[in-house]
């Protein structure tokens, strides 16, 4: 690899772990969106059938974050675990605000080029071990995203829909770019 090419591949990882922290900060908005706009009474209404609550399923997001983290980069202080049958939604939103952070410092590591101590996405104890890279933030996403959509489909089937100016609003990109702290919006560095 020449010299430029080592430049150009050590800008593209610094990019990358940049957009990387800053999806990640969009993608948490999301859920606290959800979160502050959630009828109260949806919190711990039981679905029916062994469905989790829609408190179970937060506790579950940040939970599953955590552990991510604690196998991942344990090197971080790693928050503590919520439990599904006790927490508020103000509860939620504190550790969901902890655990997105520390996989903001996760990525920014994995995938920032600076030479952080995150080699592997170890996503649970079961699984392979993957090399960082994009796959790890879209996992990441995917299991996040997976778990907001369960969140809509209960709220509306337990008689308490969301309304359509917040469903519709957590795809407003540029509105979660700019209340995560990025005023250029999504591919802009700021």
Same mark, same amino acid.
């Given at each position: 690899m020449t010299m430029r090419q080592h430049k150009v591949h050590t800008h593209l990882r610094t990019q990358l772990g940049r957009a990387a922290v800053q999806i990640f900060a969009? #993608?948490? /908005?999301m859920n606290h969106i959800l979160i502050e706009h959630l009828d109260p009474a949806a919190w711990r209404a039981k679905p029916p059938g062994k469905? /989790?609550?829609?408190?179970? *399923?937060?506790?579950?997001?940040? #939970?599953?974050r955590c552990k991510w983290v604690r196998l991942t980069a344990p090197h971080l202080k790693i928050p503590p675990q919520l439990h599904r049958a006790h927490c508020t939604p103000r509860q939620a939103r504190a550790g969901l605000a902890k655990s997105a952070a520390r996989c903001a410092e996760m990525l920014a590591e994995a995938l920032g080029g600076c030479g952080g101590r995150v080699e592997k996405f170890r996503r649970d104890g079961w699984a392979s071990p993957w090399p960082v890279g994009p796959e790890m !933030? %879209?996992?990441? =996403? +995917?299991?996040?995203?997976?778990? /907001?959509?369960?969140? %809509?489909?209960?709220?509306?089937? =337990?008689?308490?829909? =969301?309304? *359509? /100016?917040?469903? +519709?609003?957590?795809? #407003?990109?540029?509105? !979660?770019?700019?209340? %995560?702290?990025?005023?250029g919006g999504p591919g802009y560095d700021s």
């Open positions: 969009a #993608n948490d /908005r469905l /989790r609550t829609i408190a179970a *399923i937060f506790t579950h997001m940040h #939970n599953v !933030l %879209c996992y990441m =996403l +995917s299991h996040e995203a997976h778990h /907001r959509g369960q969140v %809509c489909m209960l709220a509306h089937q =337990l008689g308490f829909p =969301l309304p *359509i /100016r917040v469903t +519709s609003g957590i795809w #407003n990109w540029e509105k !979660l770019w700019k209340e %995560c702290g990025s005023p």
